[in-house]
């Protein structure tokens, strides 16, 4: 069974638009955190949220607990925002589930 | 800005080997973890680690794993013998503060090939 489901699987934009990668999970959690591995492996964390809304750059996150769903999205898409974008959650055992991830390219 | 390091980069080793893979944390990070990813697959959760001792772990985390922080520094994942299947990227990580639902830093992984 999968405890973080992500969608979509894989995204092609033009460069400049607006994005959105979303998160369902199942399991109660303490944090969702939103993660961005680049094409060398490198894992890099974007946000950590347990409620509302935080904003850094062209990135937003959301997450609403209630529904258990979290977005990213990416203003004014970039071809260095190409990457895949993971959700990962800890719930309050300090385990962590991951999503499969979401590969996006931007094209110039 | 500190960061996570991992050594080594790469490792290759015989299966049925012991391998033991090196990570040295943010130094006042208190909480570590393990994660693998299996290449084309999703990251892991293997283990968790706090104040010297397991404070979570996974299914795949079976007796051929052990995780130590010998010299308080450093903090290994061995692998005791090596099976084709833990072929993978190994990371570790620990969050920013006290607490694991902190923003968590990344080591760079070692990519593990089991032969």
């Known amino acids: 069974k999968n405890e973080v489901e992500q969608s979509p699987q894989n995204l092609t934009a033009q460069e400049g638009e607006f994005i959105t990668i979303n998160c369902s999970y199942s399991?109660?959690?303490?944090?969702l955190h939103w993660l961005q591995q680049h094409p060398g492996g490198g894992i890099v964390s974007l946000f950590m949220l347990s409620s509302g809304k935080k904003k850094h750059g062209r990135l937003i996150a959301t997450i609403n607990i209630q529904e258990k769903h979290s977005s990213l999205h990416i203003t004014a898409s970039h071809p260095r925002d190409s990457a895949v974008y993971i959700c990962?959650?800890?719930?309050?055992?300090?385990?962590?589930?991951f999503g499969t991830g979401t590969s996006l390219t931007v094209i110039p | 800005e500190p960061e996570v390091t991992q050594t080594p980069s790469h490792q290759v080793t015989q299966m049925g080997q012991e391998v033991i893979l090196r990570c040295v944390p943010i130094s006042n990070h208190l909480y570590f973890y393990w994660y693998r990813q299996i290449l084309g697959q999703k990251v892991e959760f293997l283990v968790s680690?706090?104040?010297?001792?397991?404070?979570?772990k996974s299914e795949i985390f079976d007796d051929q794993f052990s995780v130590e922080r010998p010299d308080g520094s450093n903090f290994t994942l061995k692998i005791r013998s090596t099976k084709l299947e833990d072929s993978a990227m190994y990371f570790c990580?620990?969050?920013?503060?006290?607490?694991?639902?902190?923003?968590?830093?990344f080591g760079p992984g070692t990519r593990l090939t089991v032969l």
């Open positions: 990580a620990s969050p920013s503060w006290a607490s694991p639902d902190n923003e968590q830093f």
């Open positions: 680690f706090y104040n010297n001792e397991i404070s979570e």
């Open positions: 399991v109660g959690i303490s944090a």
């Open positions: 990962a959650v800890g719930n309050t055992g300090n385990q962590f589930y």
